[in-house]
């Protein structure tokens, strides 16, 4: 009986423990998964199956049925779901590549360079940002707005700006991009949408990644600035020391032992980018219909058909559990790379 309780060393459990482990374990991994199998037994019933109460178990409590799939991709179209679909993954790659390419330059900015901007002349661009959206506001065209905006900010920063005594940090900076992805996005979208109205661009894929790229930049910057930080400057002053260049130490050194990061990175704004809803509900229309909107569509026009919207949920979240296995291994792979690197 005491073996059951005995470890062969303090980095092994006990059987007795294993076991409790693997219950708890599983006990998790069915809280996970019973959703997404919820999904799949639900695609593969009929209205009657969905409304008589709760079946979970095919060919026992029901009788699958295709019902729900030819109903969207057939009776509906393809056009019904390709189009929405095809939007979606384009502006979601789109944008997830942008905000990683700007965001991780950035954040690498912030661990190798010190930076010292003033406060002042922060305001005084944000003053003179105000004052080219209130141009636009009165009929003014846009690029005139932007030029008188630009040529005010200079003059104030070559009379004023002198007088600005405080400075921030790079700590302060990372820490003011942060509190621009807790501002909640119902706050910011009035002036978004009027900023797109104005400049012509509502209903536009480019209105859309231009948004979730500026709303996911400091996600990234956040997380690859924690990642470089882990990196060691001594590699880098190495390959300075042998004659590398700044672009050679990028891409020799820090982008293979930054690998994972930017994976793992990606895949989390991709994921916000994909499930994106209040943004897409004010900005897109008929030609930049994207999943989210047809889901809460297909509920509002036709009612909780849970079957259908079952069906939906499924060709969004299974592309996304692929490519979440495929960069798992990938990260894996990045890390050991680093690892012998480093």
Not at 4 to 11: L, N, Q, V, W
Not at 258 to 270: D, N, Q, R
Not at 334 to 339: D, N, P
């Amino acid at each position: 009986m005491n073996r059951i309780f005995r470890t062969s060393s303090p980095f092994h459990l006990s059987p007795f423990w294993k076991m409790v482990s693997y219950m708890v374990l599983g006990v998790w991994a069915f809280i996970v998964i019973f959703p997404l199998y919820w999904l799949l037994v639900t695609s593969f019933k009929q209205p009657v199956d969905v409304a008589s109460g709760p079946k979970f178990v095919p060919f026992v409590d029901y009788q699958p049925s295709l019902h729900a799939w030819k109903e969207l991709l057939v009776d509906d179209g393809i056009e019904y779901v390709g189009r929405p679909y095809v939007t979606t993954v384009t502006i979601a790659i789109t944008s997830a590549t942008a905000a990683l390419l700007i965001g991780a330059g950035a954040a690498y900015a912030l661990t190798r360079f010190e930076y010292r901007p003033k406060p002042g002349l922060i305001l005084t661009f944000i003053g003179c940002v105000a004052f080219a959206g209130l141009i636009i506001g009165l009929g003014a065209p846009w690029p005139l707005a932007v030029v008188i905006a630009i040529v005010i900010f200079f003059l104030l920063a070559q009379g004023i700006g002198r007088r600005f005594k405080g400075t921030m940090s790079n700590d302060d900076i990372a820490f003011w991009l942060i509190s621009q992805r807790i501002l909640p996005p119902v706050t910011v979208i009035i002036p978004i949408y009027i900023l797109f109205q104005q400049l012509g661009m509502l209903d536009t894929p480019q209105a859309l990644i231009i948004t979730y790229c500026a709303a996911n930049l400091p996600i990234v910057i956040w997380f690859m600035r924690d990642y470089f930080q882990s990196l060691p400057i001594e590699l880098e002053e190495s390959a300075f020391i042998d004659g590398a260049n700044r672009f050679q130490v990028m891409k020799n050194i820090i982008l293979p032992l930054s690998a994972p990061g930017l994976i793992a990175t990606f895949l989390i704004v991709l994921v916000f980018s994909w499930n994106e809803y209040v943004m897409a509900l004010f900005l897109s229309g008929s030609q930049t219909h994207t999943m989210p909107l047809l889901v809460s569509g297909q509920n509002a026009t036709r009612g909780p058909q849970w079957w259908n919207i079952s069906v939906l949920v499924l060709l969004m979240v299974i592309p996304l559990i692929f490519m979440a296995i495929a960069l798992e291994r990938y990260i894996a792979k990045g890390l050991l790379v680093g690892a012998v690197k480093g």
